[in-house]
């Protein structure tokens, strides 16, 4: 291969679909998402219904890389030698000094080396690494919050309802029922979240494909809810 890399000289190029030649609307997307899992702890666990409730500022707290520990309420954001770099108790930021007394003044995340090696998930810890369950990291700080005030212990069990809001609304029959708030909700009404390819989008997607290039679809969506964003992305 020579020092440049260039499409035309590929046969076979695969796209991935979400967030890449689909763009979501963010700020819409994210409340939905915000919105389909909160609702869900609110309706089917029993949970305060002033999760629902959100203010622009309170987006703030969002952002990829997140770690919430599941042991004891935090979620941290680390340098890539697993140093806390910030960390929150629930929805609160935990000073300098609270960070040294709970990490140690190294400011070492015990469960690093673990999530480093395979990013997989774990009973200890969740990664936020997408914007599909990103929303998430704030309902778990405000999930912690409403366990204090109501003067509960703050453990790993409430990740179990977490983790079953999560598939009340992603889980692959989702779509096709019209089960939970998220599918339901970009049925009826595409445009607010989605973002249709430009033009010149389609017409360099065309002009490989009459080039004899052979064009992939990559995802982990499920067919049913790829098809619906194809039909509106790219016509």
Known sequence: MGDHFSLSDCDVIGFDLDHTLCRY???????????????????????????LNLTPATWDFCFKGLVVDLEDGNLVKLAEDGTVLRATHGSNDLSTEEIIKHYGPKREWKHFNSLNTSFTRSAKYYFYDNYFDLPGALL???????????????????????????????NTSAFKED????????????????????????TWLQSMK?????????TSSHSD???????????
Request: hydrophobic fraction near 35%.
């Open 179 to 202: 089960a939970g708030t998220y599918f339901p909700s970009v049925k009826r009404d595409p445009g607010r979240y989605l973002q249709p390819c430009s033009d010149s989008v389609k």
């Open 25 to 51: 609307h963010l700020k819409e997307t994210s409340r939905l998402i915000y919105e389909s899992f909160a609702g869900y702890l609110v309706e089917h666990k029993g949970y305060d219904k002033d999760l």
């Open 225 to 235: 809810y790829c098809r619906l964003i194809c039909e509106h992305i790219l016509g």
């Open 210 to 218: 009459n080039a004899g290039k052979v064009l992939l679809l990559i």
């Open 140 to 170: 778990c700080g405000r999930v912690v919050d409403m366990l204090h005030k109501r003067g509960n212990e703050v453990n790993s069990d409430f990740w179990k309802d977490m983790v079953a809001a999560i598939d009340h609304n992603y």
